[in-house]
């Protein structure tokens, strides 16, 4: 069984940095997808960024682009979003999801919930202008 142990999160400053950490248990598939979503308060939950690992793309959301990034440490089966230049507008529960079965690509694909079937537990992050 599969499972995504996150943690991170917390209040900082508009222009400060945070980072979200994601354990994945149990994981042994050849292709995948993994990344990270958000529910800011009375809005649907989006894609901010996910990682193929067919063939290494990622996406990022334009909100979040030059200022996210995600990255792996395959050693720890995990992954991470780096999050720089904090808006109050990336306020938000922050989740880690994972399709266990994705071949496809995030070239030119957003990323979605569809077939993310484990997620971690949320991650508040606050921040404050």
């Known amino acids: 069984e599969v499972q995504l142990q996150a943690s991170g999160g917390g209040s900082v400053q508009a222009g400060g940095s945070l980072r979200l950490s994601c354990a994945a248990y149990?994981?042994?598939?050849?292709?995948?997808?993994i990344g990270w979503f958000r529910q800011a308060p009375g809005k649907e939950r989006e894609g901010v960024s996910c990682?193929?690992?067919?063939?290494?793309?990622?996406y990022y959301a334009d909100s979040v682009k030059g200022r996210f990034t995600l990255f792996r440490d395959n050693s720890r089966n995990a992954v991470y979003l780096q999050m720089n230049s904090l808006k109050p507008e990336d306020t938000a529960v922050y989740y880690c999801?994972?399709?266990?079965?994705?071949?496809?690509?995030?070239?030119?694909?957003?990323?979605?919930?569809?077939?993310?079937?484990?997620w971690g537990k949320g991650l508040l992050v606050t921040v404050s202008s």
């Open positions: 149990g994981f042994a598939f050849d292709d995948y997808a």
């Open positions: 999801a994972t399709d266990p079965y994705f071949s496809g690509t995030y070239n030119g694909r957003s990323c979605t919930d569809f077939g993310m079937d484990v």
């Open positions: 990682f193929s690992s067919r063939d290494g793309s990622i």
